[in-house]
């Protein structure tokens, strides 16, 4: 491998590596930010904790299921569909509630994939600082050889090996 093959793989590998950092500044960047969004809700969240919106939902569904499935009064039917309406309007309440605890799942599902996708990059930036290390010696290596004029792996034409020479004078000795 020669000298500009090896700066040039180096060279790739840097702007792979600064690519990964980048990435990983903007997902820390991304998990404070959303940190910031889960203590935003927090006092919400502690003020409506005891609310419980499934019963509220449960009874609904009787009070609908009753309207439709029960032989009844025009008298009961109205009463019942004013209580339809008063638990509907409660729910409705209630949907900011449940808006904020859904909220805050996803952003605490956002912070948990962000870090494993820190994870991520930081074994795959561990891999190439390795091969950097790796090529850097190896370019350190062909520099200092090209400088005292050693080459590795070919020979030049015009260059002969002691083999060579030791092949060549034992031929002399047998003419």
């Known amino acids: 491998m020669e000298l500009e093959e090896v700066e040039s793989q180096i060279k790739d590998l840097e702007q ?11 997902n820390y960047g991304r998990i404070r930010y959303k940190k910031y969004e889960e203590k935003a809700l927090d006092p919400f969240l502690k003020e409506t904790e005891g609310v419980m919106i499934g019963p509220v939902r449960k009874r609904l569904r009787q009070l609908e299921f009753r309207i439709s499935t029960q032989a009844l009064t025009p008298q ?7 209580d339809v309406k008063k638990v509907e309007e ?9 808006r904020a605890r859904r909220k805050k799942k996803l952003v605490q599902q956002d912070i ?3 870090e494993n996708r820190i994870k991520e990059i930081e074994e795959d930036l561990k891999k190439i600082r390795e091969t950097l ?8 290596t062909l520099k200092n050889s090209s400088k005292q ?3 590795f792996g070919e020979k030049h034409d015009n260059l002969v ?13 047998k003419k």
Do not use: H, N
Not at 76 to 82: A, L, P, S, V, W
Not at 161 to 173: A, F, N, R, T
């Open 112 to 114: 948990i994939d962000a």
């Open 149 to 151: 004029g050693v080459t």
């Open 133 to 140: 290390k790796d090529l850097y010696g190896r370019a350190r």
């Open 90 to 98: 409660e729910l409705k309440g209630m949907r900011q509630i449940e």
């Open 76 to 82: 009961m039917e109205r009463q019942m569909i004013k």
């Open 16 to 26: 792979k590596k600064s690519g990964l950092i980048e990435e990983i500044k903007k």
């Open 161 to 173: 090996s002691l083999g060579d020479i030791v092949i060549i004078e034992e031929e002399e000795k």
